[in-house]
């Protein structure tokens, strides 16, 4: 599904891909070093995905699309330096992390220098407005992280406190992606609203399903250890659901295992999660929200991008890693 999908925007994925590495430029080895192991590390590229074929379908002929499209992908890879600090993260993508490859203040570091590099791509482009979109999302992104951070080791948390934090965390930057693009094309207020609503919902979906891998994925197809979420504390849907369903010594199970992390009973709890019918809920969630993405591809152009942004919705929600 994936590989179908850059084909369709197959001569700019390679130019996305050529203009990454070129950004990655620095005087400072450490800096590329860094830089070039995380982004060379087999990720999808899902997100600059998105600019590629929401530009395209809405006809942009220019060529700012793939240095936004780049963008998107440096913010995705600041945030992911810092979050395997702040998770104390130690696989990503089959690999070991930066900050275990490296140590954790040049993760840090390192992902300062990406998002610095990525507002500097957008100054060139000098779309005020696309500037506006992309300042207010790495906004969200840091308070979604500081939520996040706020409810690890809770089992107070809520279904709306979790969502609250995928939606910043996650779906926002889905989402800044399709609107920008949309910008970027010239769009009207309705188009660019509506795309900027499918990569929200897709976003939502992505996490959904990330979240129930946690519990039921593999660590080879994944890339990284299955049950990291309850090891480090974080009350993730299935959790959730899974202590209001199950009985008094289930809750309180997970609710000790949310407040001390470690995976002493990992599959204790992993067998409890599956029994609940706490997967099949978060599944059914990430569908529901598949389902409003779909109807918002309504006033597209029918052609093979908006096909493209289809297989994305699809491929989020049926995505094994």
Same mark, same amino acid.
């Given at each position: ?52 074929? $929401? ?10 699309? /793939?240095?936004?499209?780049?963008? /998107?992908?440096?913010?995705?890879? =600041? ?62 992104? $840091? ?27 996650? =779906? ?74 199950? $009985? ?9 295992? /949310? ?16 029994? $609940? ?32 942004? =289809?297989?994305?919705?699809? =491929? ?6």
């Amino acid at each position: 599904m994936v590989t179908q999908i850059h084909q369709i925007v197959a001569d700019d994925f390679a130019a996305l891909n050529r203009t990454v590495v070129a950004q990655l430029h620095s005087d400072v080895p450490l800096i590329e070093s860094i830089g070039h192991y995380i982004t060379e590390a087999g990720g999808k590229r899902m997100r600059p995905v998105l600019v590629l074929l $929401s530009s395209n379908n809405l006809g942009y002929s220019g060529t700012d699309h /793939i240095e936004l499209a780049t963008v /998107i992908e440096f913010l995705h890879t =600041a945030t992911l330096l810092h979050d395997d600090v702040v998770d104390m993260s130690e696989m990503r993508r089959g690999r070991p992390t930066a900050n275990t490859k490296w140590d954790n203040p040049s993760s840090v570091l390192v992902g300062d220098f990406i998002y610095s590099r990525a507002f500097e791509l957008l100054v060139g482009i000098g779309d005020m407005e696309i500037m506006d979109v992309m300042a207010s999302t790495t906004n969200k992104i $840091s308070e979604g992280e500081v939520l996040q951070l706020i409810n690890q080791h809770n089992p107070q948390t809520t279904e709306a406190d979790y969502m609250q934090v995928i939606l910043n965390k996650t =779906a926002i930057l889905f989402a800044a992606a399709c609107k920008s693009a949309a910008i970027l094309a010239g769009a009207d207020e309705k188009v660019k609203e509506n795309l900027h609503q499918f990569g929200l919902q897709v976003g939502l979906a992505f996490q959904l399903i990330d979240d129930v891998l946690d519990y039921s994925g593999s660590s080879e197809a994944m890339g990284k250890n299955v049950g990291d979420d309850i090891a480090e504390g974080k009350p993730t849907l299935p959790l959730i659901f899974a202590m209001q369903q199950g $009985s008094a010594e289930d809750k309180a199970l997970i609710e000790n295992a /949310i407040r001390s992390g470690g995976r002493e009973q990992l599959d204790t709890i992993m067998a409890t999660v599956l029994n $609940s019918g706490a997967l099949d809920y978060t599944r059914n969630k990430a569908t529901q929200c598949i389902d409003k993405a779909m109807q918002c591809l309504d006033c597209l152009p029918d052609n093979d991008y908006k096909n493209g942004l =289809a297989k994305v919705a699809d =491929a989020a929600l049926n995505r094994e890693s």
